[in-house]
């Protein structure tokens, strides 16, 4: 059983920076694919970044593009988020995801899930 857990989130205002961390725990396959979604109230979860599982490939999201870093540590098992010019729109709950399918982006291609953390960006 694959557990995640979140931190980091918090509430900032606009340009500037949180970096969440999602710590990994129980899953046998090594190098397994890792993504950061995000949710606003009323709106569909989307994908803000992914990474490969010995992270040399990483995809962000167009409007994440330049301001946000995924990274990871595989021998602490864990993913980063480094989130840079934070703006307003990018308030959401932040979810980290794993997937046992390679180069997945969509939120259906992810199989496990943290419970997510809030990230509130003021104006």
């Known amino acids: 059983q694959v557990q995640l857990v979140e931190s980091g989130g918090g509430s900032v205002q606009a340009g500037g920076s949180l970096r969440l961390s999602c710590v990994v725990s129980?899953?046998?396959?090594?190098?397994?694919?890792m993504g950061w979604f995000r949710q606003a109230p009323g709106k569909e979860r989307e994908g803000v970044a992914a990474?490969?599982?010995?992270?040399?490939?990483?995809t962000h999201a167009g409007a994440v593009k330049g301001r946000f870093t995924i990274s990871r540590d595989n021998a602490k098992n864990t993913l980063y988020l480094q989130m840079n010019s934070l703006k307003p729109e990018d308030t959401a709950m932040y979810y980290c995801?794993?997937?046992?399918?390679?180069?997945?982006?969509?939120?259906?291609?992810?199989?496990?899930w943290g419970q997510g953390t809030q990230v509130t960006v003021s104006s």
């Open positions: 990474i490969s599982g010995d992270g040399r490939a990483t």
């Open positions: 129980g899953y046998t396959y090594v190098n397994i694919r």
């Open positions: 995801a794993a997937s046992h399918t390679p180069g997945a982006w969509g939120s259906t291609d992810f199989d496990y």
